[in-house]
């Protein structure tokens, strides 16, 4: 065989290189105009990007008896954790820590409870007294105000009210005894964020290792610092949170005081847990208190506590919140609003309770990722609710 033979022999069999143009495309592709095709690219993938979230909240919404025990056990973690890692810091044993934490909280929490029930017990008699005078004015107004309401014609309307409200509690009785056993499961969902809260506070460092392992492990040092950025982050929401929560209460409460307003203590409370939904819940709290001073002090003090809500209202809008919680939470108040109300269409009073804390986390979460910043260790400075020994020793640990 002669050399140029062999030459064309080795030249039939060499492989051939593979072309990796992406810009190689069919015709059927060509005929598409590049605008629809771009279109459709971010179609796919958005609807793709939605139907995982709908899986998601699916899941959640099907484990709802487990989640929101779980979301309970690690808010009231963040808002026990300052005190916490100030007691670890000083040097008490941790069993000692968990101790006062749980003891402190479940005394501050029953003496507010005491004191509400003594309020309402001692001035309950004169606000049910005050209300029928209010009822019986009312229908003098109706009689001899401009709407001139005959007997029957009242008569009709309270009728049509009672069988409103007949349907409703119809409707709420039946759906009671469709779920059936509500109060078992509020009883259990109580007894496990207990048990989560103890487990977080005692052994939050081998929880998180063991989630940790469930990533790849090239991917696990971004989700450290990605949680631990988020975390800090609901650390910082829940105690701005219970600082804007207490001037709330403490101006409301003192306002319905000062103007002589029944039940301004348990106003006061009922306020202080209605702003944890941010926004939302101290405007529909505060409302509770003009209604009050309507029915018992008349339209003049009823006109006087709005304006005190309404003032508070503006303070924590314009002073507190953008100053404490924009910089804690990191969410514009446009998104805040957003997605209070989708917590609220989602899954009720603790979606509302659970959305702002949980944008944030994953707000913080996502930047610190896609930004690079925890190979440097930048972000928001603090620890997870593990960790009591300093950074540097654990990365030589490492």
């Given at each position: 065989?002669?050399?140029?033979?062999?030459?064309?022999?080795?030249?039939?069999?060499?492989p051939?290189?593979?072309?990796?143009?992406r810009t190689?495309?069919?015709?059927?592709?060509?005929?598409?105009?590049?605008?629809l095709?771009i279109?459709?690219?971010?179609?796919?993938?958005?609807?793709l990007?939605?139907a995982?979230?709908?899986?998601?909240?699916?899941?959640?919404?099907?484990?709802?008896?487990?989640?929101?025990?779980?979301?309970?056990g690690?808010?009231?973690?963040?808002?026990?954790?300052?005190?916490?890692?100030?007691?670890?810091?000083?040097?008490?044993?941790r069993?000692?820590?968990?101790?006062?934490?749980?003891?402190?909280?479940?005394?501050?929490?029953?003496?507010?409870?005491?004191?509400?029930?003594?309020?309402?017990?001692?001035?309950?008699?004169?606000?049910?007294?005050?209300?029928?005078?209010?009822?019986?004015?009312?229908?003098v107004?109706?009689?001899e105000?401009?709407?001139?309401?005959?007997?029957?014609?009242?008569?009709?309307?309270?009728?049509?009210?009672?069988?409103?409200?007949?349907?409703?509690?119809?409707?709420?009785?039946?759906?009671?005894?469709?779920?059936?056993?509500?109060?078992g499961?509020?009883?259990?969902?109580?007894?496990?964020?207990?048990?989560?809260?103890?487990?977080?506070?005692?052994?939050?460092?081998?929880?998180?290792?063991?989630?940790?392992?469930?990533?790849?492990?090239?991917?696990?040092?971004?989700?450290?610092?990605?949680?631990?950025?988020g975390?800090?982050?609901?650390?910082?929401?829940?105690?701005?949170?219970?600082?804007?929560?207490?001037?709330?209460?403490?101006?409301?409460?003192?306002?319905?005081?000062?103007?002589q307003?029944?039940?301004?203590?348990?106003?006061?409370?009922?306020?202080?847990?209605?702003?944890f939904?941010?926004?939302?819940?101290?405007?529909?709290?505060?409302?509770?208190?003009?209604?009050?001073?309507?029915?018992?002090n008349?339209?003049?003090?009823?006109?006087?506590?709005?304006?005190?809500?309404?003032?508070?209202?503006?303070?924590?809008?314009?002073?507190?919140?953008?100053i404490?919680?924009g910089?804690?939470?990191?969410?514009?108040?446009l998104?805040?609003?957003?997605?209070?109300?989708?917590?609220?269409?989602?899954?009720?009073?603790?979606?509302?309770?659970?959305?702002?804390?949980?944008?944030a986390?994953?707000?913080?979460?996502?930047?610190?990722?896609?930004?690079?910043?925890?190979?440097?260790?930048a972000g928001?400075?603090?620890?997870?609710?593990?960790?009591t020994?300093?950074?540097?020793r654990?990365r030589?640990?490492?």
């Amino acid at each position: 065989m002669s050399e140029d033979q062999r030459h064309r022999l080795r030249d039939l069999f060499r492989p051939r290189p593979v072309s990796t143009d992406r810009t190689v495309t069919t015709e059927a592709d060509e005929a598409v105009p590049l605008p629809l095709r771009i279109t459709a690219g971010y179609a796919w993938r958005l609807l793709l990007i939605a139907a995982a979230i709908g899986v998601f909240i699916w899941l959640v919404m099907l484990l709802k008896l487990l989640v929101i025990p779980l979301m309970v056990g690690i808010l009231i973690t963040a808002l026990l954790w300052p005190a916490f890692s100030w007691m670890l810091r000083r040097g008490l044993p941790r069993w000692l820590a968990i101790a006062i934490s749980l003891i402190g909280t479940a005394a501050i929490v029953t003496g507010l409870l005491w004191l509400v029930v003594w309020q309402v017990r001692a001035q309950l008699p004169d606000v049910q007294k005050s209300t029928a005078e209010a009822f019986d004015q009312f229908q003098v107004w109706l009689h001899e105000g401009p709407l001139h309401l005959s007997d029957s014609q009242i008569a009709d309307y309270l009728q049509q009210g009672l069988d409103f409200l007949n349907e409703q509690t119809q409707a709420l009785w039946t759906g009671a005894l469709a779920i059936g056993t509500t109060v078992g499961h509020v009883a259990t969902g109580a007894l496990l964020s207990l048990f989560i809260l103890i487990c977080l506070l005692a052994d939050g460092a081998g929880i998180w290792r063991w989630t940790l392992k469930i990533f790849p492990r090239t991917s696990r040092p971004a989700v450290d610092g990605a949680a631990r950025n988020g975390w800090t982050t609901v650390v910082n929401y829940a105690r701005t949170q219970m600082f804007v929560a207490t001037i709330d209460a403490i101006g409301i409460g003192l306002g319905a005081f000062l103007l002589q307003v029944p039940l301004a203590l348990p106003v006061a409370v009922l306020v202080f847990l209605g702003s944890f939904i941010p926004i939302v819940g101290a405007v529909v709290t505060g409302a509770v208190a003009v209604f009050l001073a309507l029915v018992y002090n008349g339209p003049w003090i009823a006109l006087w506590m709005l304006v005190v809500v309404l003032a508070v209202q503006q303070i924590e809008g314009h002073i507190l919140q953008p100053i404490m919680m924009g910089s804690a939470v990191k969410v514009h108040p446009l998104a805040v609003v957003l997605v209070v109300a989708g917590g609220a269409m989602i899954a009720g009073i603790p979606g509302a309770l659970f959305a702002v804390p949980l944008a944030a986390f994953v707000n913080v979460a996502a930047v610190t990722i896609s930004s690079g910043s925890w190979r440097t260790g930048a972000g928001p400075s603090g620890d997870l609710i593990w960790s009591t020994v300093p950074r540097e020793r654990r990365r030589r640990n490492r």
